[in-house]
T-cell receptor
Framework: EAGVAQSPRYKIIEKRQSVAFWCNPISGHATLYWYQQILGQGPKLLIQFQNNGVVDDSQLPKDRFSAERLKGVDSTLKIQPAKLEDSAVYLC???????????????FGEGSWLTVV | AQSVTQPDIHITVSEGASLELRCNYSYGATPYLFWYVQSPGQGLQLLLKYFSGDTLVQGIKGFEAEFKRSQSSFNLRKPSVHWSDAAEYFCAVGAGGYQKVTFGTGTKLQVIP
């Protein structure tokens, strides 16, 4: 079974530029998550999708971050314009909802490393 | 809202010694609890999870964790640590119908020969 795929793995941009990250979840997984992990910290949930609908985006800085999951499969996370404090690893994850969402294992991709200079 | 506390930022153990990583959670009802491991430059891998039932949970790589409701804890243990266990360990709590998962700040494990 293929895992969660993310690209690009590494990106360096200047502040005020834009960047987009792509995620392809495990086939059949209805729930997709984007987490931000700043160096030395735990992952912080940015947005959670159930199919193509948003169920939680309370910690997404909506003035600069946006995410979409068209057709309920792939997802894109965009940052525009980027700030220095956006330097982090952006982790995409997915989980199945078979038998209900609760307690299902979340599978993570390897992350997209962003450096803003 | 739920929260997780991992009081130890960094732990050093000798290879072959036992290990216990602490995790305390805050949530009004019975939570779903997870331990993940992250090696440098990698994503997170699930070690084990508690959903219901037996409070002692066995995971991969010889790890186990015990859910103690009275102490709001879910500590991770391993009887004999191997050098390959050096990594960062994250405790997480899931709650709600759509399982919002909140992670702790992590404990970095160093294993010395």
């Amino acid at each position: 079974e293929a895992g969660v795929a993310q690209s690009p793995r590494y990106k360096i941009i200047e502040k005020r530029q834009s960047v987009a990250f792509w995620c392809n979840p495990i086939s059949g997984h209805a729930t997709l998550y984007w987490y931000q992990q700043i160096l030395g910290q735990g992952p912080k949930l940015l947005i959670q999708f159930q199919n193509n609908g948003v169920v939680d985006d309370s910690q997404l800085p909506k003035d600069r971050f946006s995410a979409e999951r068209l057709k309920g499969v792939d997802s894109t996370l965009k940052i525009q314009p980027a700030k220095l404090e956006d330097s982090a690893v952006y982790l995409c994850a997915s989980s199945s909802t078979l038998g209900g969402s609760a307690g299902n294992t979340i599978y993570f991709g390897e992350g997209s490393w962003l450096t803003v200079v | 809202a739920q929260s997780v506390t991992q009081p130890d930022i960094h732990i050093t153990v000798s290879e072959g010694a036992s290990l216990e990583l602490r995790c305390n959670y805050s949530y009004g009802a019975t939570p779903y609890l997870f331990w993940y491991v992250q090696s440098p430059g990698q994503g997170l891998q699930l070690l084990l999870k508690y959903f219901s039932g037996d409070t002692l949970v066995q995971g991969i790589k010889g790890f186990e964790a015990e859910f103690k409701r009275s102490q709001s804890s879910f500590n991770l243990r391993k009887p004999s640590v191997h050098w390959s266990d050096a990594a960062e360990y994250f405790c997480a709590v899931g709650a709600g119908g759509y399982q919002k998962v909140t992670f702790g700040t992590g404990t970095k494990l160093q294993v010395i020969p």
